[in-house]
């Protein structure tokens, strides 16, 4: 049981550093780009950790990088989509996404209990649960080919939002 908590407790720990690394990596590239390579990179990582069981020395460093890059990923989205709406709607279109990540995360942890429940094999269960990550890999770059960001607001922008 203590192996199993300590295995737990690094995917949140390399959070900061995953955080930190995509943030740096926006400002210098692509941010679209860097954070759809994020979720690509968290859908092979959470993969390989369930072809790790056999090891767990292993297995704590694909759950350490799944976590860096997952929270790096994750932490992103707000950013990335307030470049995204324009300044009328920025705060509507930030709230309605992380809303909606809401549900994703309360769906995928009773997917994970069901399909653990349907006595899958851990290479089964986490390939399953890597396909939202792959989704959203794809779903930023349709989004970054469909359509650029957003300019910041303009003079003019801010001051008709300040006389409303």
Known sequence: ?????IITALFPLGGGIGVLILGALMD????????AVGWLLTGVFVCLVGFSTHNLLLMGIMVFIAGSIMNGAQSSMPALAAGFYPTQGRATGVAWMLGIGRF????GAFSGAFLMQAQLSFETIFSLLAIPAFLSAIALLVKYKLGQRQPAASQGDVKKLQKA
Request: aromatic residues 0%; glycine residues 12%; without cysteine.
């Open 104 to 107: 994703g995360g309360i769906l």
């Open 1 to 5: 049981m203590s192996q199993a908590s």
């Open 28 to 35: 210098k590239l692509n941010p679209n780009k860097v954070v």
